[in-house]
């Protein structure tokens, strides 16, 4: 194991995570052929099957899953020593970073980072993934994601985090709707229709609004749920449908459309964004540069607005 293919480690790695040489092929940007090559090779490397045809897909085996371990770490240190020993110049430098981010949140700090990037680094390419909430660790370990950006009420203590930004939860409506003008009561709150963007999973504002009206013995009336949060005040004209958004995002949307922000009549937490990585990216000079370009287009957001 001497002359040890580092590309082939990182390879074992997204095939354990998928189980699947198609799937695997796709996340490696290799073909299929290539993808089955490398597990033959990782096989006869290892002297073990390591993954298993059954009924429901490929399995792990035993022993895949002690060295799946032990590459994780060995990968990390690897990738810690080269961060420490390659230095990084982004005028020059062609590297390509993942971020994953809710549409919310990359509608505000994309702009901005965009500019930067462009300024100091032309060559720089930036991926924006939509977040995979049950993976987001896995990805971060592996170093298949860079940087997570995110509000999560009870981060993870195992991962580095910086704060980004501040917001807080309103409601929105028509300006035209036909019950609700200037203010909304609890009952409006709680009877009428209501529009959500679900994307791949209930969000985390999402999950704050529910909690407080189930403090209550209630439940909304979930009347929509969309893909896209830009489709939900196109919705709202014309009929009584209402929202919960972050307050920036509810600005952003009345500068376009017909629409009146309102409090919203419960107690919700305030939103808090920060951007998370793994220890192993922690001093990488890449990857110091990227959280700082990221923390500069977070400073130049217009400040909270408390309520």
């Avoid at 073909?31 to 993954?51: E, G, K, N, V």
């Avoid at 490929?58 to 899953?65: E, K």
């Avoid at 993870?156 to 309103?170: K, Y």
């Amino acid at each position: 194991m001497d002359n040890v293919d580092i590309r082939l480690l990182r390879a074992f790695l997204v095939l354990m995570a998928e189980k699947n040489v198609s799937t695997a092929a796709e996340h490696l940007g290799i073909s299929q052929p290539a993808a089955s090559h490398a597990l033959a090779r990782l096989r006869a490397l290892f002297d073990d099957p390591l993954l298993l045809r059954s009924r429901a897909g490929m399995v792990a085996s035993t022993r895949a899953v002690e060295f799946e371990h032990g590459v994780r770490e060995l990968l990390a240190t690897y990738d810690g020593l080269l961060g420490l020993a390659r230095p990084f110049d982004p005028a020059v430098s062609s590297q390509t970073f993942v971020i994953s981010a809710p549409e919310y949140a990359e509608r505000l700090l994309l702009p901005g980072l965009a500019q930067r990037a462009r300024r100091d680094a032309p060559n720089v390419r930036i991926q924006v993934q939509t977040p995979d909430r049950d993976r987001a660790f896995e990805l971060l370990e592996s170093g298949r994601l860079d940087l997570r950006i995110a509000w999560l009420p009870q981060p993870p203590q195992s991962l580095r985090s910086t704060p980004l930004f501040q917001d807080r939860i309103v409601c929105i409506a028509a300006s035209g709707h036909p019950t609700v003008r200037g203010s909304i009561s609890l009952e409006q709150f709680l009877s009428l229709p209501h529009a959500r963007p679900l994307g791949t999973g209930r969000t985390t504002t999402g999950r704050m609004v529910d909690e407080a009206v189930e403090q209550l013995g209630r439940q909304l009336n979930l009347a929509f749920l969309v893909q896209n949060f830009l489709t939900i005040p196109l919705m709202m004209e014309g009929t009584d449908l209402i929202a919960t958004v972050p307050l920036r995002l509810a600005t952003f949307l009345r500068k376009q459309h017909p629409l009146q922000i309102l409090e919203a009549p419960l107690r919700l937490p305030r939103v808090r964004y920060a951007a998370y990585w793994h220890e192993r990216s922690q001093k990488d000079p890449g990857h110091r540069w990227l959280r700082a370009l990221l923390q500069e287009s977070a400073r130049a957001l217009p400040p909270y607005v408390a309520r």
